[in-house]
């Protein structure tokens, strides 16, 4: 697959598409903590994304509010801003819902497709099984990140032929106020395993984007990386 990784997102080159998953706005007022945590940095982040890939079609592959039953404080707001940011770079805004997106409309009034497709890549948030075929699928839902010497790196997960013969990629959660769900060692071997997508871990490969240093880093599959670990 012909793709850029970069911020938790990807860029697909052949279709011009900007891919992110897993907002969930109004994660941190929803947070049982005294003071509530800042979720910003997601509007601007989106609009860095549009900047440096110019795409023509953003997707917000599901999961964009947190909260199921209401429509939580700043949330409307953020995502005005995140529509204005996509509108700004010219790029058409997608949304296909995820398990969390049941008050959806309190935000946004356009289509909202199961899945998304552009040519041979289908894009969906990943909690329920595709209805269409497909050479490839982009999902979120599942929040992974690898635990390698103690630190928590957030990370794709890549599947050549893993479901039906097609390949997945698994997106992190792009909003920093999810922590993640190991998929290497301890107690993360096996959580994720939560997608219909996602039926053998072990013949996924993790693929780590560090932005500081500009380098994109591809780890075994993870059923021979846990060897070495």
């Known amino acids: 697959m012909d793709v850029a990784f970069t911020d938790r997102a990807i860029h697909l080159p052949e279709s011009d598409t900007l891919v992110l998953a897993d907002l969930h706005l109004g994660r941190g007022v929803s947070a049982d903590i005294e003071l509530p945590l800042s979720e910003g940095d997601v509007p601007p982040r989106i609009g860095a994304l549009c900047d440096r890939f110019s795409p023509t079609t953003v997707v917000l592959a599901g999961d964009v509010l947190h909260a199921f039953s209401h429509v939580p ?10 529509e204005a940011a996509v509108e700004d770079a010219g790029a058409r805004l997608v949304v296909t819902p995820g398990n969390h997106d049941t008050m959806l409309d309190g935000v946004w009034d356009g289509p909202t497709p199961a899945a998304f497709s552009v040519g041979e890549t289908t894009i969906l948030h990943g909690h329920e099984p595709p209805e269409n075929e497909a050479e490839r699928y982009v999902v979120g839902h599942d929040h992974p990140k690898i635990t390698i010497e103690g630190d928590d790196w957030p990370c794709y997960l890549l599947g050549k032929g893993v479901y039906g013969g097609a390949d997945v990629l698994v997106l992190p959660a792009f909003t920093r106020l999810a922590s993640g769900v ?15 997508l996602v039926t053998d871990i072990d013949r996924f490969r993790p693929v780590v984007r560090d932005e500081d240093a500009d380098e994109t880093l591809e780890f075994p599959f993870l059923g021979a990386f846990r060897e070495l670990l």
């Open 73 to 82: 404080a700043g949330a409307r707001e953020s995502f005005r801003e995140v």
């Open 182 to 196: 190991a998929v290497n060692g301890g107690h993360g071997r096996g959580t994720l395993e939560r997608s219909p």
